[in-house]
């Protein structure tokens, strides 16, 4: 059974960074793209980042670029998000979901669309 389980959320003030870990729980899983999304009070669901298997091509929201950056380990079972200079409007729920179908290209809405599995979410509150 997968499951998509986040980390690394809490509490900081503006300026400062976190780390975001989303682990896998089965390793014979092979998703073809992994995404973070994020999702505050009163607000849908919006894309973060994604980034396919191979490493090879990554997607930025533009309001985060330049302050965050995917990636994932060698194992291709945990996929991070480390986000640096952290404003208030990053406060959110964040999410990471998997994917798992080559023929469909790695981005935000074919992820929404068609993701296999999405985590619990880990919250981000940034004061």
């Known amino acids: 059974h997968v499951q998509l389980v986040e980390s690394g959320g809490g509490s900081v003030q503006a300026g400062k960074s976190l780390r975001l870990s989303c682990a896998l729980t089965?390793?014979?899983?092979?998703?073809?793209?992994m995404g973070w999304f994020r999702q505050a009070p009163g607000k849908q669901r919006e894309g973060v980042a994604t980034?396919?298997?191979?490493?090879?091509?990554?997607y930025y929201a533009d309001s985060v670029k330049g302050r965050i950056t995917i990636s994932q380990d060698s194992a291709k079972t945990t996929v991070y998000l480390e986000m640096h200079s952290l404003e208030p409007e990053d406060t959110a729920m964040y999410f990471c979901?998997?994917?798992?179908?080559?023929?469909?290209?790695?981005?935000?809405?074919?992820?929404?669309?068609?993701?296999?599995?999405w985590g619990q979410g880990t919250q981000v509150t940034v004061s």
């Open positions: 089965d390793y014979t899983y092979r998703s073809s793209c």
């Open positions: 979901a998997a994917l798992n179908d080559w023929r469909i290209p790695c981005t935000v809405p074919a992820i929404f669309q068609y993701a296999g599995y």
């Open positions: 980034i396919t298997r191979s490493g090879g091509s990554t």
